[in-house]
């Protein structure tokens, strides 16, 4: 048996004012894709369970960018049309896998994931099982679900389970055809801007244990519920179940139905509570605390490179810098410029920096410091929660102490959000000896921090990821929209 393994991933943010360029993606073709075998990634779980399941991985391509603006369409369609053009010519096949996110916008087509969808469909024909897995901050369509024969969301936020569903797509194929299944998906819409809500704690605990437990029915073969990404300003964006069942489309209607009734019935409890990066470092600093019990981690949601954001905010660092916490250190500010600085100053020198604020003025201003330079390194480390095993560059990082402040600083060059301690150890920082911990994600950093914290406080200052959804002007939207709209309205079950 051999199965193809393809894809193109992108969160698009469109309220980011610079485009995603050809430059911005990194791309891995053939056997480069292969070596991804051992990684907790969507393209390394596809691979892994070819191996073993004893089916040939046909790698194309896979191409992945950090969440950010529009792509641009020549970008796109390059890509595109290569994997088009891959899959003609590695025909004939047994099935294609595709590696997805769900919330990609090309300029001009609002839709990535349908349109490549549709496009691979009028090539193949109908006969080629195709399964997809999913980012679940996907904001998806029926459209493209008819297309595939599978439509596998991440469970998690953290999304600790990408491989996984990425290995269940590849099953499912191989179950096509060696148990005869013939999935049918159904996309329930619900008209929810969903906040970045974890499903590592309720509500969204209780809520993903509830969709999980409605694939115990007979018939059911996968159950995905969509937060959507709320980031976007397109026609379908939202919240979505996706039921997919063996061949019984009324099933999938029906428990999709259900799942979402309840979902808008306790819409309310997914509200976020909102605090200042002033408040938030108050509360934090109130909070008791035994160097026993583990850092107070406070997370800066509104700047979450993850969610297309510059990563160079200086929000919440000011406000720390104001309340001169003790035994506190910041992990970390995307700033190429002091970075490269630091490298050429030195261990043991002070110079004077512009640290962030470089990209808008959303961000807050540069951050007029002294400081002084405590170590270097070159940001390449290896991700050990999220995304166990894939290696991630940073670029040249620097750990900075301003002068007389007791707050420590981690600089690096490229833009990524914090999903564990790795780059405090880089810079030789243990994160369990600081009273305080602050860093930049809204969800992902729960993957590495949640059992080292002794509590986590969430700072919400001006940002393009932040929770006041409401600043963000919807003019594609085709209906009204919890919780920014009181005339929105979901028809519930009975």
Known sequence: MRIAIAGISHETNTYCQAPTTGRDFHQMRGEKILTTLGQESDVGGAVAACERLGVEAVPLLFASAQPSGTIEREVYEAFRDEILDGLAAALPLDGLVLCLHGAGVVDGIEDLEGDLVGAIRALVGTDLPITASFDLHGNVTQAMAD???????????????????AAEAVELIVRMHG?????????????????????????????????????????????SWFHGFPYTDVAHVGTYVVVTTDGDRDQAARIGRVLAS????????????????????????????????????????????????????????????????????????????VAAAAHAAGVGQTM???????????????????????????????????????????????????????????????????????????????????????????????????????????????????????????????????????????????
């Not at 590592?200 to 209780?206: A, E, H, N």
């Not at 660092?317 to 700033?335: K, P, Q, T, W, Y």
Request: proline share 8%; charged share 25%.
């Open 179 to 223: 148990e005869g299944v013939r999935p049918v998906s159904v996309v329930t819409y619900l008209p929810m801007l969903l906040p970045t809500t974890t499903t590592f704690i309720d509500p969204g605990r209780s809520r993903l244990e509830q969709m999980l437990d409605a694939e115990a029915e007979p018939g059911v073969i996968d159950v």
């Open 352 to 494: 004077d920096v512009r640290l962030g604020g470089k990209t808008d003025d959303l961000h807050g201003d540069p951050l007029e410091l002294s400081v002084y330079v405590k170590a270097l390194h070159d940001g390449r480390i290896r991700l050990q929660a999220m995304f166990r095993g894939m290696p991630l560059n940073l670029g040249p990082m620097a750990r900075l102490q301003p002068v007389g402040s007791n707050v420590e600083i981690i600089v690096a060059s490229r833009r990524s959000q914090t999903f564990d301690p790795e780059p405090f150890l880089a810079l030789g920082m243990d994160v369990r000896r600081y009273r305080f911990v602050a860093l930049k994600s809204s969800n992902h950093f729960r993957a590495g921090f949640q059992d080292l914290a002794s509590a986590i406080v969430t700072a919400d200052p001006p940002g393009l990821t932040t929770h006041h959804i409401e600043v963000f002007p919807r003019q594609r939207s085709s209906r009204p929209l919890w919780p920014i709209d009181p005339k929105a309205r979901f028809e519930t079950a009975d």
């Open 262 to 337: 309840e979902l808008w019935h306790d819409r309310a409890d997914f509200e976020p509570r909102s605090l200042s990066a002033e408040e938030a470092v108050a509360e934090a600093a109130n909070l008791p605390w035994s160097p026993e019990a583990g850092p107070i981690v406070i997370h800066e949601t509104s700047d979450n490179c993850g969610g297309g954001s510059p990563g160079d905010g200086t929000h919440l660092l000011r406000a720390m810098l104001a309340s001169d916490l003790e035994n506190a250190c910041f992990g970390f500010i995307v700033d190429p410029e």
């Open 147 to 165: 297309a595939l024969d599978g439509t596998f969301a991440c469970h998690h936020y953290p999304h600790v389970d990408l491989h996984e569903r």
